[in-house]
């Protein structure tokens, strides 16, 4: 997805956020090193993870630590209240595939310091059932169900922690068919979103039939920066879950070599007007941008 301008003022706002979260006194630093690079990385046409990217990086060497680590524990400790809820809402739905695609969508508003999201993970003991109650709004939710019906492996890219744990539950309806789950996390920690060891701290490795990293600092992820094991696991995949606002961000511009499915929540609008939705909607997207394998691997029979 290209930058636009509003995404200026929305990158420094969150830079801010986590600079205060840091609490050590590198505010100014953090915002002058920010700005610094937002200046040398900001023109039409980049992508947005891309530049969020290092305009991040040059944050974090300026603050010094990983602001996010006890909002991440905490995240995931609200989150996992509700699972027992979210359990009984899908096992009490004609449709248990759409129930529990429905709560991995309602978990993407676990973002915090950024546009329609929220600030705090108790914020989303407020959240959790309106969030239920206004349904997918763009729902590709069918197409996904035909593609889950015939696949036998399934690459889910993780976004945020706290989400995870609501993730777990559309994994365990997907792994009852036999379809295999592999896991891909951020390979160091950014933002709020989950890593390995954030996904063996929940226990989520547990849920899947493997889990890999991106291997590196990034919003997102970049195909072509993977692990070849992993490009490997990913052309011979069925269908590939992408969660959350970044993973859009980054893999709208890159031609998965399988198809598809977006699964988040809008919360800015940049975001909602690549994917041609309102802010503030529970989306469930397909899409099928097929237009090269992926560098040094070969499609696996």
Request: hydrophobic share 45%; proline share 3%; aromatic share 6%.
């Amino acid at each position: 997805m290209e930058i636009r301008a509003e995404c200026v003022p929305c990158l420094m706002k969150r830079v801010l956020f986590q600079a205060r979260l840091a609490d050590n006194g590198t505010e100014f630093k953090a915002m002058r090193a920010a700005m610094r690079k937002y200046a040398k990385e900001f023109r039409e046409g980049r992508n947005s993870a891309e530049v969020a990217t290092e305009v991040h990086r040059a944050a974090y060497a300026a603050m010094g630590v990983d602001p996010y680590v006890k909002l991440k524990i905490r995240a995931d400790e609200v989150a996992g209240e509700y699972i027992d809820a979210a359990e009984r809402y899908i096992s009490s739905s004609d449709d248990r595939m759409k129930a529990a695609i429905l709560v991995a969508a309602i978990g993407n508003i676990m973002d915090f310091g950024m546009g329609k999201a929220i600030d705090d993970p108790d914020e989303f003991r407020n959240e959790f059932w309106n969030l239920i109650d206004q349904r997918i709004g763009r729902d590709d939710t069918d197409t996904v169900k035909e593609i889950l019906s015939k696949a036998k492996k399934v690459i889910y890219v993780f976004d945020n922690c706290g989400e995870t744990q609501l993730d777990r539950l559309l994994i365990r309806e997907i792994r009852k068919a036999g379809t295999k789950v592999i896991g891909i996390m951020r390979g160091e920690p950014i933002l709020n979103d989950a890593t390995l060891a954030d996904a063996e701290r929940i226990g989520l490795n547990k849920e899947l039939d493997s889990i890999h990293t991106t291997g590196e600092f990034r919003i997102g992820i970049r195909l072509n920066a993977l692990s070849d094991d992993l490009k490997e696991e990913i052309v011979s995949a069925d269908l590939m879950i992408a969660k959350g606002m970044a993973n859009f961000e980054s893999l709208s511009d890159q031609g998965v070599p399988i198809p598809l499915v977006y699964i988040l929540r809008s919360k800015c609008a940049p975001v909602a007007d690549a994917l041609g939705i309102p802010i503030g909607v529970n989306a469930v997207i397909v899409r099928d941008e097929r237009k090269k394998d992926l560098p040094q691997c070969d499609r696996v029979a």
